[in-house]
Each structure stands twice: as C-alpha cells, then as structure tokens.
C-alpha cells in the first residue's frame, strides 16, 4: 500500500473532513435521527410488509454511500441467525386458531406465522438501521457532532473508548489463546472443544484490562485530558446545510403518516 | 530554582509491606537530561511517579519526607496544572496510547486538542514531530494496530508535540531495535539544546552515558549514588547495585588491571575512541609501552 507525504495527510486536516461520498457525508446527527424516524415506519406497521420496504430501503442507501457489499453480508447473517430465530420462537410459541403443523403439545400456527414474521422483520429493520448507522458514520464524527451540540467531550470519550474496548478484549482474548495454543491446550475444533478453551481465558482477559486501566488513565492526564479550558478539535466536519434538516423533516413526515396510518388501519 | 529537591522521602504504596522509595534525598536542575538507572523494582518508576505528582495524587499510600517541584511543594501543585507543565511518558507503550483516534496523527494531536491549541498550529506541531521522529510511514494508520515499538515512537511523539518545560520519560526504548533507541536519544539530546529538562529512567547504560548530564543509581528504594554521569560511572562498584557499567568503561578497567591504563577513563564510546588513539600515539611514539 503506498503512503500519502506527510504534507499531503497534514492538509487533508486543514479541510472540512470528507468520506468522498454525498451519504457518508451527511450530519452524524442528520443520518441518526433519519434512520430513527423511518424505523419507526417499520415498528408502527401492523404487518410485515412495511419493515421488509423499510429493510430494502437501508440497504439501498448502503450501495449508494458504497458500503452496500458488507453491510448486506452483515445483515443477512443478521436475518439468518436472529431473525429465522425469532421468527420460529413466536411461530411455535403463539397460540392461535388456525394449526397449520401440531408438534404434539405446540403448534404452529397461522396466528403464530403472521406474528413471527411481523416481529421478526420489525427487529430486524431496527437492527438493520442500527448497523447502517455504524457502517456510515466514523464513531469519531459521531462524538464530533455530538459534542457541537453541547455534550462534553469526557462523555464523549467513553463513548469511543467503549467502542474501542470492545475491540481490544478481542485482540486480548486472542493473545491469551494463542498462549494456551503454545503450551499445547486444544483451543480449536467443535463448539464444546472452543467453549471450553475459551471459558478459562475470560478471567485473564478482564484483569489484564482492568489492569490496564490505571496506565491509560495516567496516559491519558499525561495528555492533558483533564485539562479544564476549552478544547480544540483536528478534525472539523462540515457545519449542517439547511437542506439536510429538510431530509429530517421528510423522514418526519413519513413517520407521522405512518403512525397515523397504524393508528386508522392503513398499515 | 531547582527542577525537583527532595529531602528523605519516603513512600510506601496502599497495601504493600515494603516502601518503594526509602529515604531519597535528591536534587535535579533544570536544563538537564538526569538519567536514572537500577535493578527492577529499585523505585524508578515510583520516583517518577512522584515527580509528576501521580503520588500522591493518583497513587495513594504513605508519603513523608519533601518534594518540591519547580519551586512549590507537590502537595500545593493542582494536578491539572501538574499535568500541563511535566509531560510524561511510561513505559507500557500498550497503555501509552488514547485508544480513541484513527490515524497516528491524531493520537499525536490528541493532547494538544485537549490543551485547546487552534487546529492550524496542531497541524504544524504534529507534523514537525512526525518529521522529527521519522514516523511519517505511519502517519495514517491506525494506533492501535501498530506494533509496540511503533506505539513507543507515537506515546514520545505525543508528549513531544505537547512541548512541556519538563519531560520524565520511563523507559523510552524498552520495544525499540539500536538503530531507533538512538534516534530517540538524539531526540532527546534536541530537546535539551532546546531548553528543557529530562528525566529519563532507562537500561541502556551507554545511551545514558552518551546523552545524560546526571545520572541516579537507585538500589531498593535508596539512592545508591547521584552526581555527574562521568563521576557515577567512573567509580568502580556500580555492579553492586545490579548495574553493569557501559562497554567502554569495563574495556578500561579491564586495560588498567592489565597493567595498561588508558591516559582517560572513557564513558562514551567516543571519549574511549580518542583514549583509545591517543594511547596508540603514546606507543607508536615511544612514551609508553603496548
């Protein structure tokens, strides 16, 4: 992979920050609050047509703003694992009049099928809203926008840095049973043989964090960020055009007719 | 005015049975590189600790004894304010990093986002430091996929940029290969010509021998021998407090046992080049015999 000149990386800072792409662009807070309103057309419907359209549609924005390949491999894990899950719990487990296959004292139902696709795909619409969220918006300009709207850049910060410890447990996790690996413990093979591996480790994985806690915090004075006046930021995102607030408001418009809707009967 | 003094200080951590500094009486100037040295729990890093004012601030246990910092007891120091004037760096680079920026200049910003310094003078300050450290290779990725030695190079990076009066540095080049560990001593050997002060704990005997003005032998929490680098490591005995004396020096005492003495004792490796001619010269000219 080649590398920028450093003047050229330097520069890129002096400019309002750009991912190249007119959805990735879009306000962190734009894109949040777009996202939350058209999931609630999925949640309001009665049926299970509306989060299927609603699920199309993120999925659709993903390939316009260029993420669409992973995110689509990652919500059809989603769909398969979570959502076949729900759906078979609530067709087994909702009673109803109409048995379409007896499974001796349960059954499924008509009633049950209709419930489990209605609230499969409603999960799995929020779920897919939640996960585009993350494919399209740098946690980073997340905690930006959100600090320009007034919230303090230490609550910020555990924001990110949960993000992020989430990340190194995992690249602890994998440290600790490579060793386990080196020492001749069996760390892979069926689901029973990696369980047991990987149950041992999770008390080492924790204190090692736990431990390191203490170094980061001091790392983290060291660089001031108990500081008291104002901060600055290196990045700087683009102040919010008046015509991404008429995206909010149309997203708006779509949930509060689709409210309406539920509440007459339309959806 | 000093840069620290300390006068039988004594610190025990909460819940430990022995003191990790146990009657340290001490006084650095400021200006200078001061290079402390000693076996591994010898309370180097407790000494740094204090000098910064993590203890008591951050650490607790049982301090006594005196420290004053630049001219004000630790305990009147506001530990913000501590923060801002000594920069410090340990020596888990694994622990040194924010965690929470994208690119290594970020991570290299990321301080003097939190010192509220406007974008523009980040931007050169970063870069500069980038440059000075030969990390612009770098510059892009991400802290937190970069090897320990990379992440060392960014941790001293980051107090660099942030341009403190007084630095203490632990360990700098635990993770890094010769040819990068000198490269951070002439770094550092800069930003003494620039004016600041350094204490650096480290192992590497002949860096510190080369770019230390003092240096502190610490031996279970003691303060085995203190004064100028050439006068510490010049006295024969160091090994009793676990610290090998460098290369040059043993090379002289062992020529001087030899009934061959150097007309200098060298602790740098150029002083025992130019012993080493000069002697040559005395043979060659007769004075003395090979």
Redesign the interface.
């Known amino acids: 992979m080649s590398?920028?000149?450093?003047?050229t990386?330097?520069d890129g800072?002096?400019r309002v920050a750009s991912l190249g792409n007119p959805i990735l662009d879009l306000s962190p807070i734009t894109l949040l609050l777009s996202i939350i309103l058209v999931i609630v057309v999925a949640v309001v419907g009665s049926g299970w047509v509306a989060p299927v359209v609603v699920s199309v549609v993120f999925v659709g924005i993903a390939y316009l703003a260029g993420r669409g390949t992973r995110y689509l491999v990652n919500i059809l894990k989603l769909w398969l694992v979570v959502g076949l899950l729900l759906f078979v719990l609530r067709a087994l487990l909702v009673k109803g009049e109409t048995v379409l296959i007896p499974l001796g004292p349960i059954a499924v139902t008509a009633e049950g099928v209709d419930e489990g696709l209605r609230f499969s795909t409603m999960v799995m619409a929020i779920c897919g809203g939640v996960t585009l969220f993350f494919a399209l918006v740098?946690m980073?300009h997340l905690t930006l926008a959100l600090e320009r709207l007034g919230v303090s850049?230490r609550a910020s910060?555990v924001v990110?840095?949960s993000f992020?410890?989430i990340?190194?447990l995992g690249a602890t996790a994998r440290v600790v049973l490579d060793a386990q690996k080196a020492r001749g413990i069996e760390t892979e093979g069926n689901v029973f043989v990696r369980a047991k591996a990987f149950f041992p480790i999770l008390a080492p994985v924790f204190l090692t964090a736990l431990a390191?806690t203490e170094?980061?915090?001091?790392?983290?004075?060291?660089?001031?960020?108990?500081?008291?006046?104002?901060?600055?930021?290196?990045?700087?995102l683009r102040p919010t055009p008046a015509w991404e607030w008429i995206i909010v408001a149309v997203c708006a418009l779509v949930a509060a007719t689709a409210i309406y809707g539920g509440v007459v009967g339309w959806l | 005015m000093a840069l620290a003094t300390l006068r039988d200080v004594r610190f025990t951590y909460e819940n430990a049975d022995q003191p990790a500094l146990n009657g340290v009486t001490l006084e650095l100037e400021p200006g200078l590189v001061h290079g402390i040295i000693g076996l591994n729990a010898s309370g180097k890093t407790t000494l740094c600790g204090l000098l910064?004012g993590?203890i008591p601030h951050?650490h607790s246990g049982e301090l006594t004894g005196e420290v004053v910092v630049l001219g004000k007891s630790l305990l009147d120091w506001d530990?913000?304010e501590l923060?801002?004037t000594i920069?410090?760096?340990?020596d888990?680079p694994?622990?040194?990093?924010?965690?929470?920026?994208?690119?290594v200049?970020?991570e290299i910003?990321?301080?003097?986002?939190?010192?509220?310094?406007?974008?523009?003078q980040?931007?050169?300050r970063?870069?500069a430091v980038?440059?000075e450290l030969g990390i612009?290779?770098i510059?892009?990725k991400n802290p937190?996929e970069l090897s320990g030695g990379q992440r060392q190079k960014v941790?001293f990076a980051?107090?660099i940029a942030?341009d403190a009066d007084v630095m203490i540095i632990d360990e700098p080049t635990s993770q890094l290969d010769p040819e990068a560990s000198e490269a951070v001593f002439e770094i550092i050997a800069q930003l003494k010509a620039r004016g600041k002060s350094i204490v650096l704990v480290e192992h590497k005997i002949d860096l510190l021998a080369e770019f230390a003005d003092t240096i502190t032998v610490l031996y279970e929490g003691v303060v085995a021998r203190t004064g100028p680098t050439r006068d510490v490591l010049g006295e024969p005995g160091l090994e009793a407090f676990g610290v090998r004396p460098p290369e040059v020096s043993e090379f002289a005492w062992r020529l001087a046992a030899a009934g061959k003495p150097l007309p200098f004792f060298p602790v740098t490796r150029a002083e025992a080049a130019r012993a080493v001619s000069q002697r040559i010269e005395e043979v060659s000219r007769g004075d003395r015999t090979a």
Do not use: H, W
């Open positions: 590398v920028a000149p450093l003047n990386i330097a800072y002096r740098p980073r850049p910060f990110l840095a992020q410890s990340t190194d390191a170094e980061r915090a001091i790392a983290l004075d060291a660089r001031a960020f108990n500081s008291r006046g104002p901060k600055t930021s290196l990045i700087q | 910064r993590l951050f530990p913000a923060s801002r920069g410090c760096v340990f888990n694994f622990t040194q990093i924010s965690g929470i920026r994208d690119t200049f970020e910003g990321f301080g003097l986002e939190n010192l509220g310094v406007p974008r523009e980040i931007i050169d970063v870069s980038i440059e612009a290779a510059a892009e937190n941790a980051s107090i942030m």
